[in-house]
């Protein structure tokens, strides 16, 4: 894609930036178009007149709310729109050539079939796929029970077998934000996230205020949800593809998706050069006179934590993966199955990369041990009893110290530049790499992603600076510390003067005049992106402030806990600086932080230890600075705006302060509506994943409005689930949804270390973007978050996220293998446990007592002492102390040794 069609695209889909609304013009009056209402137990719908497509689905007990766009049926009324109750097939005789058939392009008068019985509304729509249509088609709105079923039937009228290789429903859900306010938005609108697991598959409906009820999308029979295909706008897509809708897709609005149960046809054209599907691609095949019935069913949830309770309530299998999908060589899940009907055989796809072996069932579910080998993505196929088939997606990785290590080697090597030469002051630098062309990205028109800031280009550095905060290595620290002299301070960040503290946007820019022949004449250097000398240097955009500040704090945690890895500057330069970086982004950069900003959770660990180093007068002036804020975001109804109409940035910062203030109404708000864009699916791409459909425009090398999972809001929508966790250890869901999105990040780390901005969830990609882009801001919620959790559930039993559980009669042992081994919380103690040097190599609680022991690695050259801090996150749990410990800064000091060191941490 060009650069102008990038600032195109850009232009077309964003509604808001730079913050605040933009002026529109008048929107059109159109003519209402006539419906029929109708009603079930448990919805106030509504079809067209004319089409018997889906006009409006209320729950029952609200009508004032719509999970369709029917406040913007007139507008979508022309042909070339889709809704619900239209259809896409792609179909040909055997051997023959494709013909595509899509009933919302050119639509035609519906012939009305009788409405007896069960039946809501019938018709034959056959008229509206053309006259080349070997099927008739006919479509049934149902009251099957109490639950309303959408159904099409299928007939081959041919004399001849034809081939259907696509096969589509339109899904269209109002998660439309075009012309609404944040307030509106969240009280109006809809996100939609997809199990695409086959006969098991769904889609979730749920409001953006994670309010009840949910919406539900079941398959019926012979339906499997095989893929979820973006449905494009007609000048975006494939030529000659009339499987289009004319809404427009952007930044405010998503788009509309097909419920895809036949994609061969795809799969061998437009998808042939993607990488592999989520199922194996399949057709169907109707004889001479022959029929197919295919339909959905449409329920709510009374919530959106009783989305897994409804399904089992419609006998649905459901799958619950402990402690969820992204799977280390080194360590063993639990996959916990609940079926209305047997288990017939489990399959690994491919073969040999997994392995499910069934063990001791807990309660009605059935639980098996999951193993993996290799590395990348695989899949468990279980066949039912009745001959329907679910597939469970997985990623396998290395283990996550080895992953760790790649990730550090990687950023400080292979994305290392440096060259005196570089008139941009560059030298040395960590650059967005191009994992396509095997370098660094030296320039691009959207000048941030070669300059080192706004996230685009500063993920690669804040990634490897971020990897240093549990995992030090000396040869990485050196290099890094050379990076903050030499071209953070003075370049990026101003040095001294009234600006002190200050962070430019980018340290790249366009000037072809002060450097001529250093830019690439076949990129469009003509657009906005490319900003000017003064516009790189501006100092007023507050994201790129955190950035920097973890680069300050990081380094000091490590000199502080590590003697010898840090020698350019004491702790207290590197915490002063980290502080200095949060005051000069109040001064130089107030307007955008009225929003919660990536990363912000920095701003309050800073604090932290800003009070825990008895540095008064900076952390009374930060707190003060802070508070402002705080106070600003208690008195708004949904306190995480962002210069987009709508975001998934800021909620975590938010969450942070209200937390730390005693807000916690307004903490409360901001976890509910995490909650509603981040699911639990059993699907490593769709577990945690917290929604993001923008950012390839910003920081990818293909830049597309496109669903984009384990982009950096997983991981930083994770830190406040983890919080809210600790603090109700008795919600399990809450600890599912954040540890799938703290180890989502994680898939984003190649064999060697590359690290990709996001996955292209898009069928036509179905691979990594080659930019690293703004991935470290995902790695630094994957830093701060890293820890094995000890549980106790009521269902499952003893369960260990990042470790491997050992049980005997007096006590629970756990092993950790997450990519930290510095964080451990014991649940059934409330207990949490961090480490800021030293490493967990096993930890054992007792229930009877409550005793909890720690075994920690012996000492390094750079390691001799464990710092080890305890708190009870629980109200109702007791004061753990670690008898005969040194305390220091609010934590325990303790000499390790050249074997493993025991320290019990009793409760008081």
Known sequence: MTVFRLLTLLLATTATLAGGAQPRPAKPSYRPIAQTALRTPAFRLALRTDTQTLARLSPAAEPGFDFVPGAREAERAADGYVHIGDIHLRVRPAGGAWTELASSQHRKAIRRLPATGATLAAADITASLGTASPLRVERRWVDDHGVLALRFTLTNMTKTPVEIGA??????????????????????????????????????????????????????????????????????????????????????????????????????????????????????????????????????????????????????????????????????AALFLKTPSPVAKVESLPAGALTATPTASAKDWARYTVRSKGWGRASLAITYADGSVQTV????????????????????????????????????????????????????????????????????????????LDNPDPAEIAKLQRLVDAT???????????????????????????????????????????????DAGDLGRAY??????????VLYRVARNHPGLVTAHPWRWYLDHAYQTTAAMMRDAPYYTQFGLMEGDVFVDILRDLK???????????????KRRADHWRTLRYPFGSEMAWDSTGQPEVYAWMRYFGYQPQADVTRQVILAYDPTIPS?????????????????????????????????????LFDAYR????????????YGGMMGGITNIDRDGFSSAAFHSAPDMMRWDPYSGDYGMGFYGHAITAASYLVNDPTFGWLGFGGTVEQAADAIGIVPKDGARARLFVAPAGLWI???SGKIARATYRPSTGLVTLTLDAATATTPTARVFVETTTKTGRQYAAAGARQERGGYTIALGAVPTQLDLSPQ
Do not use: C
């Not at 979730?204 to 009840?212: E, H, K, S």
């Not at 955190?546 to 300050?552: E, L, W």
């Not at 825990?612 to 802070?626: I, K, N, V, Y």
């Open 727 to 738: 603090a109700d250890p008795t919600d399990l869901r809450l600890l599912r949804i954040a």
């Open 488 to 534: 953070i301070q003075g370049g990026l960040q101003v040095a001294d003067g009234p600006h002190a503290g200050a962070v430019r946007k980018s340290l790249f820019y366009y000037d072809p005049a002060a450097h001529p022949g250093y830019y690439d004449p076949s990129l469009d250097w003509k657009t906005w992106t490319s900003w000017s000398r003064k």
């Open 167 to 332: 096969l589509g429903m339109p899904m269209v859900f109002d998660n439309i934000i075009t012309d609404r306010s944040l307030e509106q938005a969240h009280a109006q609108a809809s996100f939609v996230d997809p199990y695409i697991g086959r006969d098991a598959g769904y889609l979730q409906v749920t409001r953006l205020n994670g309010a009840g009820p949910a919406l539900l999308v079941l398959p019926e029979k012979g339906t499997p949800l095989e893929a979820y295909r973006p449905i494009l706008e007609p000048a975006k897509a494939p030529q000659g593809d009339v499987f289009t809708d004319r809404s427009k897709r952007g930044q405010t609005s998503e788009g509309f998706y097909d419920w895809t149960i036949a994609s061969k046809a795809f799969a061998k054209k437009e998808w042939a050069k993607a990488g592999e599907q989520w199922n194996a691609p399949t057709s169907i095949t109707l004889a001479p006179g022959a029929a197919r019935t295919i339909g959905v069913r449409f329920v709510t949830a009374p919530s959106i934590a009783a989305i897994e309770d409804t399904l089992v309530a419609n006998h649905r299998p459901v799958a619950v993966g402990i402690p969820g999908y992204v799977l280390p060589t080194d360590q063993q």
């Open 834 to 836: 961090t480490l800021e």
């Open 544 to 553: 790129n402030y955190p950035h920097v500040a973890i680069g300050h704090w």
């Open 612 to 626: 825990r180093e008895g540095l008064a007068a900076e952390s009374t002036d930060m707190e003060r600075l802070m």
């Open 393 to 468: 997606s997985y990623y396998i990785t290395k283990p996550l110290d080895q992953t760790m290590a790649d990730l550090g080697r990687f950023s400080t090597h292979q994305q290392w530049y440096e060259d005196k030469a570089d008139p941009f002051g560059r030298n040395p630098a960590i650059l967005t790499y191009d994992r396509e062309a095997g370098k660094v990205v030296t320039q691009d028109p959207r000048v941030w992603i070669s300059g080192m800031s706004d996230e685009g280009g500063a993920g690669s550095w804040v990634a490897a600076i971020a990897k240093q």
């Open 684 to 720: 490593w791409g769709y577990n945690g994943n917290a929604r993001r459909y923008w950012d390839f425009l910003y920081g990818g090398k293909y830049p597309r409005i496109e669903r984009q999972l384990h982009h950096y809001g997983s991981t930083l929508n994770a830190v406040p």
